[in-house]
């Protein structure tokens, strides 16, 4: 069965600082992995997706992620924190291929950006 | 463009009142449909799925029940609402063959007192 861990429900960092978001996954085929970002009271944005292609992802607003299948992770970064992440993330596994495939999300993430 | 839409947007229910709860797509056809319940701090729990018409999946026993009366509506609802099923309800769509992603709606946020 697939799964997701993401490390520390809460991270502080200061503007202008690196963002480092972690998540490991667990799955029996080769996955695809997305992160998702989630502003108060909404819903959630696709902010980049994994599919087996290059295994350093980029995505909208500056993140990028890289899969290391040797430690089964997709840690998401930012190199320049700015206040406007301020939010929480999402890392998410799907795995398997045609018809409904069960997507299991993380636990998440709150992003906290100090100036 | 493909968009989904969730109404209402906020509800303030009574314990034991009943709930519906509509979530639309625009821009494709015969999506696979997802609801999800997110409480503070448990992330997100996926209630229901749907890959057509009249076809859903129950994840977890409860006292909800959703309907696919259209193929692009999606309907959550309860004959009565307890104190737990408080929490913001998210809708999401994708579709089947593709890589998988799902695309949310705005959401709604529930109240039961």
């Known amino acids: 069965a697939q799964s997701v861990t993401q490390l520390g429900s809460h991270v502080s960092v200061s503007e202008g600082a690196l963002v480092l978001l972690r998540c490991n996954y667990s799955?029996?085929?080769?996955?695809?992995l997305f992160w998702y970002v989630q502003y108060p009271n909404q819903g959630l944005q696709l902010l980049l997706k994994?599919?087996?292609?290059?295994?350093l992802v980029k995505g909208i607003n500056g993140f990028e992620a890289e899969f290391k299948k040797s430690e089964t992770s997709f840690h998401l970064t930012k190199p320049s924190a700015h206040m406007s992440d301020a939010a929480e993330y999402f890392c998410?596994?799907?795995?398997?291929?045609?018809?409904?495939?069960?997507?299991?999300f993380g636990t998440g993430t709150k992003l906290q950006v100090i100036p | 463009s493909q968009t989904i839409h969730q109404w209402p947007a906020t509800l303030v229910q009574p314990v034991g009142s009943p709930l519906s709860l509509e979530c639309t797509v625009e821009?494709?056809?015969?999506?696979?449909l997802y609801w999800y319940r997110q409480a503070a701090g448990r992330g997100l729990q996926l209630l229901f799925y749907?890959?057509?018409?009249?076809?859903i999946s129950s994840e977890v026993p409860q006292n909800l029940s959703a309907s696919r009366p259209q193929d692009r509506q999606f309907i959550l609802s309860s004959k009565k609402l307890l104190l737990s099923d408080s929490g913001f309800y998210l809708c999401?769509?994708?579709?089947?063959?593709?890589?998988?992603?799902?695309?949310f709606g705005p959401g709604t946020r529930l109240t039961v007192t």
């Open positions: 999401a769509w994708n579709t089947a063959g593709a890589t998988y992603e799902q695309y």
């Open positions: 799955s029996s085929v080769p996955p695809y």
């Open positions: 994994y599919t087996s292609a290059a295994t």
């Open positions: 998410a596994v799907s795995e398997g291929s045609g018809g409904y495939q069960k997507v299991t």
């Open positions: 821009g494709t056809s015969n999506p696979n």
């Open positions: 749907s890959v057509g018409i009249g076809q």
